[in-house]
C-alpha cells in the first residue's frame, strides 16, 4: 500500500469555513476519484504530543493507493498535477510525503 500523507495550513486570513465547505465537498470527491484510490481522508489537527506543543500544521490528508505503479498513475498523472497546482493556491505551508506501509493492523 503507498500512502501519501499532506500536511498543510491555510494562508493568512484565508476563511477556515469557506475553505472546509470546499474540502468536504467538491475537493474530496476530487480525491476520491483519483484512478486507483483505495481509500482518502481528511482531519484537522487539533492536537500535539508531547502535552503543550503546538501543531505546526493544521490540516491532514491522506489518499492510498494499493501499490507504487497505481500511485503513479493515479497520482501523478499529467490532469491530477495540473488540478493539484490549481488548487495548492489555497494552501499556505504544506508537505506532502510518499509512504510504503510495511504493515497494516486495520481491517
Not at 14 to 19: G, S
Not at 49 to 56: N, T
Request: some cysteine.
Amino acid at each position: 500500500m503507498i500512502r501519501l500523507t499532506v500536511l498543510y495550513n491555510l494562508p493568512d486570513g484565508a476563511d477556515e469555513a469557506e475553505f472546509l465547505k470546499w474540502r468536504l465537498t467538491d475537493h474530496q470527491r476530487t480525491n476520491e476519484a483519483m484512478p486507483g484510490v483505495e481509500h482518502t481522508d481528511f482531519a484537522r489537527i487539533t492536537d500535539c504530543w508531547p502535552a503543550g506543543a503546538m501543531p505546526p500544521y493544521r490540516f491532514q490528508t491522506t489518499v492510498e493507493w494499493r501499490d507504487r505503479p497505481a500511485y503513479e498513475a493515479g497520482f501523478l498523472d499529467a490532469a491530477v498535477q495540473k488540478k493539484l497546482q490549481e488548487n495548492l493556491r489555497r494552501l499556505g505551508s504544506y508537505c506532502f510525503f510518499v509512504s510504503e506501509l510495511l504493515i497494516d493492523s486495520g481491517g
